[in-house]
């Protein structure tokens, strides 16, 4: 195992580049994207519709901020579309009388978010005016403020699954992601050598040799969960202190995870390795997978925002659903760790499987 771990090891110092491109690109991609203020909210260029006079449109847009989510800009309607038009702004709000409109240059993940936020403000909005239209003269607002400060009833609002109430962190979301996403690149071009020794028939010389069969598997599979592991660490700990992404204290849970989505994916790797029988065909296959499961297991735009039935129930099958829950369960809602058994047992379920078929489809095409 030993000899054949150090000799993956040898070939990446000979061809580090393309390991090393994935680790860069995921650091440039959330640096980017997320930026390195913690603190700034995402500004929202609006403008009021003719429907709506312009004292209004500024009490909309002071009610919005007041969320403390968004960073809402009244201007003239002629700057906003001048401003999304080259790209300055990716999305932009139009304000009209008791409804809105989002308005975008090219389709930006950003604004399910968005429209998540401006459904549930406005809703509540709403219904403040309608009931301050049908109570004339009482001042409904002050009065629900104050009952608010010491209510007679405490609710607590969960999902039907039992599931805390849907918190949004753009850096950590794209952080998680783009940093997951990236790995499994990393992972599974990391076991390329094996698809290659297969072509060529060193494969079914190396199982014959006096090294034990189980001492190649590991070694490979060592070098691949080592590599995949250390990219996302590093990525993790250098947003953390470099950068001050606010990953929460528990690290070690953090770390914990990250090792069971790592043998997941190792494992979804091994099982990938015995369905190709050519390196061209893996260059072909890793990206479908790659983006298929970043997309539909929320590393892009969170998973809350899906509406889709056949979706949502092909994401509970992939490795990278739940090792995006199981991060912002740590980092987000604080979970304790009977509620993050659920998310790594079925990472650790997942890999066993896929280790278990992934084995055996390589001992049938070997022999």
Request: proline share 4%; aromatic share 12%.
């Amino acid at each position: 195992m030993k000899s054949v771990f150090l000799l993956q090891w040898q070939r990446f110092r000979r061809a580090p580049v393309m390991m090393l491109s994935f680790l860069i690109m995921t650091i440039i991609f959330v640096a980017l994207l997320a930026g390195n203020n913690p603190a700034e909210r995402p500004a929202i260029l609006a403008y009021a519709d003719d429907s709506l006079p312009e004292s209004e449109a500024e009490d909309w847009v002071a009610s919005l901020n007041k969320a403390e989510e968004f960073n809402f800009q009244l201007m003239s309607e002629k700057d906003v579309r001048e401003a999304v038009a080259a790209g300055d702004a990716p999305l932009a709000l139009r304000l009209m009388d008791g409804n809105y409109r989002i308005v975008l240059a090219a389709d930006d993940m950003g604004r399910f978010v968005l429209e998540a936020f401006l459904n549930r403000k406005y809703r509540e909005e709403l219904r403040f005016q309608q009931v301050e239209q049908q109570i004339a003269g009482s001042d409904i607002r002050t009065e629900v403020a104050g009952l608010m400060e010491e209510p007679p009833l405490q609710v607590t609002t969960t999902t039907l699954e039992g599931t805390e109430e849907f918190q949004y962190d753009n850096q950590l979301q794209l952080l998680f992601g783009m940093t997951l996403f990236f790995s499994v690149y990393t992972i599974m071009f990391s076991l390329m050598k094996i698809v290659e020794e297969k072509k060529y028939g060193t494969w079914n010389r190396l199982i014959l040799s006096p090294v034990g069969k189980w001492e190649i598997y590991l070694g490979h599979l060592a070098y691949s969960f080592a590599i995949g592991y250390f990219q996302i660490v590093t990525i993790f700990i250098l947003f953390k202190y470099a950068f001050h992404f606010d990953v929460g204290d528990r690290f070690g849970a953090i770390l914990l995870i990250i090792a069971c989505y790592t043998f997941a994916i190792v494992a979804l790797s091994m099982l990938v390795m015995g369905l190709v029988s050519r390196p061209q065909q893996l260059q072909a296959v890793v990206p479908i997978i790659a983006t298929g499961m970043a997309m539909i297991g929320g590393a892009f735009w969170p998973i809350e925002l899906v509406n889709s039935n056949m979706l949502l129930a092909i994401s509970k099958i992939l490795p990278i659903t739940y090792g995006l829950d199981a991060l912002k369960g740590v980092a987000i809602y604080d979970r304790s760790w009977q509620e993050l058994s659920e998310p790594i047992s079925i990472l650790l379920l997942i890999g066993v499987v896929c280790m278990g078929i992934g084995i055996n489809l390589m001992e049938r095409r070997t022999y």
